[in-house]
């Protein structure tokens, strides 16, 4: 593994300092290859919770890691993991099974599932102003181009300046190990306020907006796609930026 390959899983991992982090967001920004190979370890990271659950994985370190795993080898040491993770939920009976390639396990609805998984990103990339961002607003026209090659759909950046927000950027986020894409907007006050889009099969639902503690989410569900709308602001505001949002990407 090269000096940046282990940059870039520190930086997916938490693990490194600020000075590191805005390092790496400046090659990610700019560097397709980076990107993707951060891509590659978000969802690395995201089959290991999908199988393991994050209490297990942080339940069980000794029992996850070979005992003579060297650190310089970290995506190895996510591949042991997970086998030892699959092997722990068999020996638990935790349900679920690899079909196909993909964990099927037991949870809740793939709807209730995404929107928990969006809440808990925002609440920590809203509190990130110097981080707020993977690939800046600059580069809107890739970075559309880039979230809707892997959603497999025409992505277009929503405008909201007439609700008081601006574009600030946006990231690739992975849930239950499918992208979903994630475009983050700023006001002039309270904190930044996320557009998320995801693949979703099933009926169209209508706009439903609810409760995440301090945050308001606004969620559907059309032509195979979910979004949320997630911010902590008023429930009405949620509605209203739902209601743009459907207006410019549903016409």
């Given at each position: ?12 991992d ?19 290859q ?32 070979p ?9 190895r040491?996510l591949?042991?993991?997970?086998a ?75 405008d ?21 894409a994630q ?15 995801g ?30 709308v ?22």
């Amino acid at each position: 593994m090269t000096a940046t390959e282990t940059m870039l899983l520190a930086y997916v991992d938490g693990e490194l300092d600020a000075a590191g982090v805005r390092e790496v967001e400046a090659l990610i920004a700019t560097d397709p290859q980076a990107r993707r190979t951060v891509e590659m370890y978000r969802e690395t990271a995201a089959l290991l919770r999908a199988a393991c659950g994050e209490a297990t994985y942080a339940a069980e370190p000794a029992r996850l890691l070979p005992p003579a795993l060297p650190r310089p080898w970290p995506r190895r040491r996510l591949v042991w993991a997970a086998a030892a993770c699959l092997a722990l939920g068999v020996a638990a009976g935790v349900g679920g099974s690899w079909i196909g390639g993909t964990w099927v396990g037991t949870r809740t609805s793939e709807m209730t599932a995404l929107v928990d998984e969006i809440a808990e990103y925002h609440a920590v990339f809203s509190r990130e102003p110097d981080h707020l961002v993977e690939v800046p607003a600059a580069h809107a026209q890739e970075l559309a181009a880039w979230l809707g090659t892997r959603l497999q759909r025409r992505l277009d950046i929503p405008d909201l300046a007439a609700e008081g927000l601006r574009f600030a950027g946006g990231r690739m986020l992975v849930v239950n190990g499918a992208p979903v894409a994630q475009f983050m907007y700023t006001r002039a006050q309270g904190l930044p306020v996320a557009v998320c889009v995801g693949r979703s099969e099933g009926a169209a639902q209508p706009v439903a907006v609810e409760r995440r503690g301090a945050l308001r989410v606004a969620v559907w569900r059309q032509d195979g796609l979910a979004y949320v709308v997630v911010g902590e602001m008023p429930g009405d505001l949620a509605r209203d930026i739902a209601a743009r949002v459907r207006a410019q990407l549903h016409a």
